[in-house]
């Protein structure tokens, strides 16, 4: 064990580092004023976004739902298509921080922070979708089981009643996590704050932390156990998701495969999100020792692995289509490849088949712009794929007397852009106020990294105590 | 008249001496005692003799309560409040819960850890004694801290700080009540 310790973290943090410029190069992002031009130029960007959220949210309450596009037989629309993409990219946050936890895979701790504040806020967004989309949001709580005056209780034969229990479960335990793997990290910045009102705050959020052994002992063994929670948890999550297309009777939907494949989509669609978020961050604040070359490559492999599980999602769906000889299923297939929808179908092959198997190649995997484009395409081919399954399966089912098409409007435009832009603002203010990189892991790393591979200059008693002279 | 004493606190440069000088302090007898880290040190809890086993013991009980409550929600609303024929299925149909009650269990069981792991600790705790140590803010960022605290039967205000003097200490000082 210990040997395989020491050469996956022989260099997982590059450049020389001591735990004061670890705790200093994290925490200043946090408590400085100085930020790069385009964090400014962004968050301006996003937050017209989230004025847009604001208003097409807005015009929904005030006009209802008519405003999308949704009609029958097409009655979910953008609304369940935008519910799962973004759910599904909130998952690559838990699978980072609680399943690579377990499977002891050091190089999680420059990225966890960072993807778990990416689940908590893709939730969010997830979680606005179905919340209008009922219709009358304001009495959204009969969805929960809280006694009322209609004297009736929600279904729990559906598997849309199981998807608040997951949603909301999932939210409030990611949240747990975030902020459990916070606290040590608040108080490192309550301890170096110089302004008495940051010193509050943060102190506040620190609750009195002290980073004592027993503390640490507790904490331990809480945070691996929401991690063990996690995992699960994820993996119930989206096949709950699942569970609400698979459970109805409808063609290219009453299907089996369904939960694994959401998950590995899931995963696909959150790696690709990572990579698009931490690739211009990690150049803006210059944390490349931290984030190295190592990193960006592996969540590239990730990548590859989860999308080719997806396409093979996609080969079975087909295969089973055929095999099973039904004439709608055999004509949705056709409907896929030839209907109306073809065009976003084969940009949906291109998008997450075709370009992400350039991939293979480590030159590909080393070239950062590429690596940024191709996880943007496999972006919006994850938005595709959930647009064709939601989509081509309503809109030609077994009568054709009551086929139909579906046109998103400018509201449904409006409301997606706008939770983009949501998540977007919310992503630069964590980055803002809160260590993007947990920092007490990091030096846990560090530590370890000196322990098994003693630096050729010294041993890591000696380095630390020379910087602290001469910086 | 001098200020009550919470104990006497070393600070050390490293890991390693914190932990030498943890379980030399073990070996002198000392009980009461408290380790400071910027990160969890591994052996650390075991060097200051201390073991506790009461956060997953929480974070069970509060997984079996919450699966129970779960599934007593549903059979209770499904079975007995509000019966629903739906396609002529049975009413009890409890293989439909399970999903429902997975994720109550998930729920109350996180709960168990985050509650149980700061209550156990003691958190929030708006003051204590130990932040009047000299540059104990570095605990939180790149030092190393061992107190001996003054209910501590062998404790002895001399005696004690030439002891953690002898332990390769980078100072050694004294915290007020």
Known sequence: MQEVVHRETERLIEGKHTYESITSKIASVAMGYKHPLPWYVIAAIASAGVFLMIVSIAWLLLRGVGIWGINQPIGWGFAIINFVWWIGIGHAGTLISAILLLLRQQWRTSINRFAEAMTIFAVMCAGLFPLLHVGRPWVAYWLLPIPNWTGAWPQFRSPLIWDVFAVTTYFTVSLLFWFTGLIPDFATLRDRAKKRFAQIIYGILAMGWRGSAKHWHRYEAAYLLLAGLSTPLVVSVHSIVSLDFAVSLLPGWHTTIFPPYFVAGAIYSGFAMVLTLVIPIRAWYKMQDFITMKHLDWMAKVMLATGLIVFYGYIMEIFTALYSGHDAEVYLVANRFFGPYAPFFWALLICNGLIPQALWSPRVRQNIPLLFVISLIVNVGMWLERFIIVVTSLHRDFLPSSWGMYFPTIWDWGLFLGTIGFFTFMMFLFVRFVPMIAIFEMRDLLHRQDEHAPAPTGAPATRVATTEVSG | ?177
């Open chain 2, 1 to 177: 008249m001098s200020v009550p004493l919470h104990g006497i606190i070393a600070e050390y440069e490293t890991a390693e001496e914190l932990l030498h000088a943890a379980r030399r302090a073990r070996e002198a007898g000392y009980t009461r005692m408290d380790a400071y880290s910027p990160f969890p040190v591994h052996g650390l809890a075991e060097a200051i003799g201390f073991e506790d086993h009461k956060v997953p013991w929480t974070v069970f009980l509060s997984g079996v309560v919450g699966a129970i409550a779960g599934f007593a929600l549903q059979y209770y609303i499904s079975v007995i409040d509000y019966p629903l024929n739906v396609g002529g299925r049975p009413i009890f149909s409890w293989p439909a819960y399970i999903p429902v009650t997975f994720e109550t269990t998930v729920l109350f069981a996180a709960f168990g850890a985050f509650i149980g792991m700061l209550a156990f600790n003691g958190l929030p705790q708006p003051y204590h004694p130990i932040f009047n140590a000299p540059r104990f803010e570095r605990a939180s960022q790149d030092r190393f801290f061992l107190c001996i605290e003054a209910t501590d039967p062998l404790f002895d205000r001399t005696h004690t700080r030439h002891f953690l003097e002898s332990t390769g200490a980078r100072l050694v000082s004294e915290v007020e009540e």
